[in-house]
């Protein structure tokens, strides 16, 4: 973190999303950034382009709320509850761009990214109707053993916001749990955006330096958000709301209900959200 | 062994595919039905068996069914956390043997359909689309599929090709690695794929050849000696009732 530091949710946000942006969503499932996510829609971002492998409803709410233009993804849904609603309409009304890959290959193109190369080989996408729906997805003979791949492209967002157990003034990120594609994706972006349960003294992260997911020359700000995961969950802190997944397939499935849930959850300030989360029955620390 | 034929048909599924893992395998688990038959597998004749979940956990062993693959139950119960590239990065490299897999369709040759129902660019229904399926039908050993029995969902081409099963010549397609689909398990029956295309091959208690394929699209070719599947065993349907009843 070459000369920013500290910021507050609205700054982090402000400062290093722009319109038009290409934007990684963190969170496969464990720390999903609901709360830089949500300030997407509250500072009213547009034209952006969302991409992660598995998108959950995050993704499908900044659709509903019109910041988006196009989705990159692997999957987008509710987990384990059904379809992704705002996307299947935005998709049927043409307001919505798509580009739809595979997980694993999601992954590699934003592996190509965070090591500067311009496409990683791979032995996906070569069968199938998924590699016919992706416009110019090229293949390469390897020139050691004249195998067929598929040359998956680098996808570099310009900016990744994601969510950690903690990180300390200085920038460096500390998370554990399920990672899925959380870092490597912030690694692939030109800038990263990190909300934090804690922000910690130096002392603790130099204590523990293998927790350290992502270095501080690498993070662009840093904002501490208790429950910035909600309503998924963070390892150690607190477990997910899965009735708050099942409401928004309920809500989500017509454009009222999705405006509604908003409204509740979003178009809010922190101290009300806070105080509709059920803390005591969530949290697991 | 005792056997009891009041079970349902998540249990009837999931006992049937839980027998086809062998101990000491590393088996890649999907969401759901997937979840059960490999637990079972684990708890009753597979205590070796290595359950890897995308989201990079390896040997989950969780008390409540995950709701999904990154869910608080598939970590806690872990021995290994990784990331995705750990996990896809093995399957890349041959080294998981088997996977169980379900989707919204399947077809005659064993291809999977968690894209679209109707035209890609204007379906009727938009699913979810690939998520690590794609990646694990072209990269696994071998690949089990649970399916309740829906002809809607039983067709004779499925409308997108997710996840790559055989050709309709029957040949793997070209680029996918291991031996494809080899079982299709509902509650009424088991199906195999001999020469690439779907095949009855035994029965579920409570069946025949005409109601295990009762309401499919074509004419299911039936193989010349059709087992009878075991309903599950009372040691079974107790391990199973922790994550079905």
Not at chain 1, 115 to 144: E, F, H, M, N, S
Request: glycine content about 10%; overall charge negative; charged content about 20%.
């Amino acid at each position: 973190m070459a000369s920013t530091s500290r910021r507050s949710l609205e700054h982090s946000v402000a400062e290093n999303v722009g319109d038009g942006d290409t934007v990684f969503l963190g969170g496969f499932g464990h720390a999903v950034p609901f709360a830089l996510g949500h300030e997407l829609i509250r500072a009213g971002k547009r034209e952006l382009s969302v991409c992660r492998s598995g998108a959950d409803i995050l993704a499908d709410q900044l659709i509903a709320a019109g910041c988006v233009s196009s989705v990159i993804f692997g999957w987008i849904g509710n987990p384990d509850v059904g379809i992704a609603h705002a996307f299947r309409r935005a998709i049927a009304d043409g307001t919505v761009a798509w580009e739809e890959w595979t997980n694993w290959s999601m992954v590699l193109r934003l592996q190509a990214a965070a090591w500067g190369v311009p496409y990683l080989p791979a032995k996906v996408l070569l069968a199938g109707d998924g590699p016919g729906v992706i416009d110019g997805l090229q293949r390469v003979t390897c020139p050691y053993t004249g195998e067929e791949l598929a040359a998956i492209p680098a996808l570099e967002p310009d900016v990744a916001l994601i969510h950690a157990q903690r990180a300390d003034e200085r920038g460096n990120v500390q998370m554990w749990g399920v990672i899925g594609d959380t870092v490597v994706g912030a690694l692939a972006s030109k800038r990263i955006v990190v909300s934090v349960e804690e922000i910690v003294a130096d002392s603790v992260v130099d204590s523990s330096p293998n927790l350290t997911v992502i270095p501080a020359h690498r993070v662009t700000a840093v904002c501490e958000v208790p429950w910035g995961a909600y309503p998924s969950y963070v390892e150690g802190a607190y477990t997910r709301d899965d009735d708050h997944y099942i409401e928004y397939d309920r809500r989500s499935r017509t454009d009222e209900g999705v405006q509604e849930h908003l409204d509740r959850w979003v178009n809010v300030d922190r101290d009300t959200y806070l105080s509709m989360i059920d803390q005591r029955q969530l949290a697991t620390a | 062994m005792t056997s009891v034929t009041h079970a349902n048909d998540v249990e009837f599924t999931s006992s049937a595919a839980a027998r086809m893992l062998r101990d000491g395998e590393a088996c890649f688990v999907g969401i759901g039905t997937p979840s059960i038959a490999a637990l079972t597998a684990k708890h009753v004749h597979a205590p070796e068996l290595t359950l890897i979940y995308e989201s990079g956990a390896y040997g989950t062993v969780p008390s409540r069914l995950p709701m999904s693959t990154g869910s608080p139950s598939v970590a806690s119960g872990a021995s290994c956390l990784g990331d995705c590239s750990l996990v896809f990065g093995d399957l890349q490299a041959g080294r998981i043997d088997v996977a169980i897999l379900s989707a919204a369709q399947v077809d005659r040759f064993g291809n999977l359909n968690s894209t679209v129902i109707g035209p890609y660019r204007s379906p009727k229904v938009r699913l979810v689309g690939s998520g690590g399926a794609h990646d694990i039908a072209s990269l696994v050993g071998r690949t089990l599929i649970v399916m309740p029995h829906d002809p809607r969902r039983f067709v004779e081409r499925v409308d997108f090709v997710t996840a790559p099963g055989f050709e309709q010549t029957g040949d793997r397609p070209i680029g996918t690695r291991g031996r494809g689909p080899v079982a299709i398990i509902t509650p009424r029956a088991v199906f195999g794929f001999p020469e690439g295309e779907l095949h009855l091959e035994a029965l579920q208690a409570g069946h025949d050849a005409v109601s295990a394929t009762e309401g499919f699209g074509w004419e299911v070719p039936v193989a010349n000696r059709v087992e009878r599947i075991e309903p599950p065993t009372a040691e079974e349907m107790e391990i199973m009732a922790r994550w079905t009843r």
